[in-house]
Structure formats: C-alpha cells, structure tokens
C-alpha cells in the first residue's frame, strides 16, 4: 500500500475570479520513496505539498494517508496525525527566534501524547543527530542559515515520523550549507524515512529518486536522469 495516494486531486482558491491552484493530481509515494517537486514559482507547489503534509485540503479528487482517506477524518484527528506522522521543513526555518535551539525542537513535541519526562533529552539526541548538540543553548538569531535548518530538522525528526516534507529547505543556503543540509536528509533516507520535497535546484532534486513538475497545477513525472542534465 502507498503511503501517499492522491488520486485527481483539486484545489480550488475561492477567490473572485476562482482560482484553480491544482488540477486533476494524481501521485501515488511508497513508503522509502524520495521524491523532489519542481516547477515555476506559482505553479502550484507548496499547495501541493500542504496538502500532502495535511495542512490543508483538497476541494476535489482524494488523499489517502497510509491507506486512509483524509476527507473522512475530522480537523482534530486529522492534527494529531499530522502530529505523529509528518515532519515538516520550510525555507525559512519557522523556528522562534529568541527561544534556545533545544526550546524550540523541544515543542515539537507538545501535540503529542508523549510524557513530559525525557523531553529534554530526546530533543538533545536530536541536536546532536543534526550535528548540533554543543549549541543546544544558542538562539537561532545567533545561528548561520546552515545551523537554523539543522535545528528546524532536528525539530522536525524529534517526533520520529515516518514521513519528512521539505518546502525549499535549501533556499535560504549558500552551497556549504546546502550540502550539509542534503546530505543529513540523504542519511535519514537511508535509514528509512520518506522524503518529499520542493526545490528549484536541479542538483538538489538530483538527490531524489523521482522528480515530479508542476506546471499552472498539472502534474508529470519525468526521470530523474532528464532532470539531473539541466543546468
Ligand atoms: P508555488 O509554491 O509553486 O510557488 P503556491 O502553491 O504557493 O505556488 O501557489 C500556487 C498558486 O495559487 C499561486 O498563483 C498563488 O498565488 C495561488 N494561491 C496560493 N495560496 C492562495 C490562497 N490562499 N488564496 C488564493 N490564491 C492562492
Ligand atoms: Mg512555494
């Protein structure tokens, strides 16, 4: 069973004149799958990865998460599995600016339903799995880009999902720090973690095995050979 299945997938933006942000999406993500999604700014991208990530829904079509149809499962539900299942990480790190890096991997984990005991040091381990335990204690306004994506990571893989969605996590990077980003997440997959995410950068989708394009919110697959021509 796929992990991800959308299955003609709509997302209509109630504005005047309405606004067809996606179009007839079909994709289908096994579990351990790598996936990049590429295409023009506009097309369609983050609307896509939101709703994968259960942020948002579709107005027409299906999602089914591990098998489960997302339409029938109520906002609340719908949050605590988002909670357990799905990281996220965004091109502007979303980290609170004058919180510790442990403070804020730390809060990652109030939705869940685990005990308060321990908290600090499973945020830590996940620090340091990012390479970062000894600036536990910085803030992120004291941080490099490079450093703040690794804490925004950490966060994210604080709560173990299975499932990791990426919008332009290398956006904001020099290619150091680019690199040292890639290669963290290159180390999650092979550990087991899904990954899906957006970018610009060919050579960052090269990373992927599939590459997906959007274009006004229709999307093709092509093979990740094609993509990692292009310069
Ligand atoms: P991308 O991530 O590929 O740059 P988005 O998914 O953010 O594109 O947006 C796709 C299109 O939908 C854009 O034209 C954008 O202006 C429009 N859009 C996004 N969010 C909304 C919204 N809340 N209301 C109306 N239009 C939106
Ligand atoms: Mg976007």
Redesign the pocket.
Known sequence: MALIELENVG?R???DPP?D??RNVSLSIEKRDSVAIV????????????IIGCLDRPTSGTYRLNGLDTAQIGDRILASLRAQQIGFVFQSFHLLSFRSAVDNVMLAELYLRRPRAGRRERAMAALDRVGLASRAEYRPSAMSGGERQRVALARALVTEPPLLLC?EPTGNLDSANTASVLGLIDDLRADGLTVVM?THDPSVASHAERVVR?VD?QLSEETALATRGES
């Open positions: 997302r933006y109630e504005v606004f942000a996606l295409g023009p700014s506009g097309s369609g991208k983050s609307t896509l990865l939101n919008d957006i959007i919110g």
